[in-house]
Structures are given as C-alpha cells and as structure tokens.
C-alpha cells in the first residue's frame, strides 16, 4: 500500500509540476482564461523545449504564447493561429 500511495503521490507531483511549468508558456491578460486549445499549445511547447533531442533548448526557453485559436481556411479545412507577444517575436522569428 505504501508503494502505492508513494507512487501516485510521486506522478501526482509530477503532474502538477508539468502544469506549473505549461502554465509559464501561457501568459494571457489579466483575468482572461485561456482556453483548452491555448493550454494544449503552451503543452506542446514545453514538451519540446524540455525532449532531451531538443537542438533550439536555449532559443524556447524564452518564448511563451498569448493565445492560440483555429481558424477556418475555405475548403481546405483548418489552420492554428499561435499568438506571440511582441517582445517574444524576435525569438519566434529566429527559430520558425
């Protein structure tokens, strides 16, 4: 039992950590909530920054998001639209 415990309580750790850590990617204006898309991109750019093959490791360690919505494109389907604040966008510019 108390591996048991001591192994949720370690992956419940580790969860709340990767939020924490998600939620820096992720700065939205006061009092505005970001959306499950907004989460799901700010995830996916720490996953990347924190994969040890990761080659742009220092470049991501500053770029953080705004927003991120999906747009319709006519007929073709849909694109993802990421928001950079402006004083990231030089880091944004270098890596895309």
């Given at each position: ?59 991501l ?24 604040p ?10 895309q």
């Open positions: 039992l108390a591996q048991a415990y001591g192994s949720r309580n370690c992956r419940q750790r580790l969860e709340l950590a990767t939020m924490l850590n998600t939620r820096k990617k992720l700065v939205k204006e006061k009092g505005a909530t970001p959306t499950e898309l907004d989460q799901e991109v700010a995830k996916a750019i720490f996953d990347i920054e924190v994969s040890p093959s990761c080659d742009i490791k220092t470049e360690k500053d770029v953080y998001i705004s927003g991120a919505k999906d747009v319709e494109v006519g007929k073709a389907g849909m694109a993802m639209v990421v928001h950079f402006f004083r990231v966008w030089k880091v944004v510019e270098k890596i």
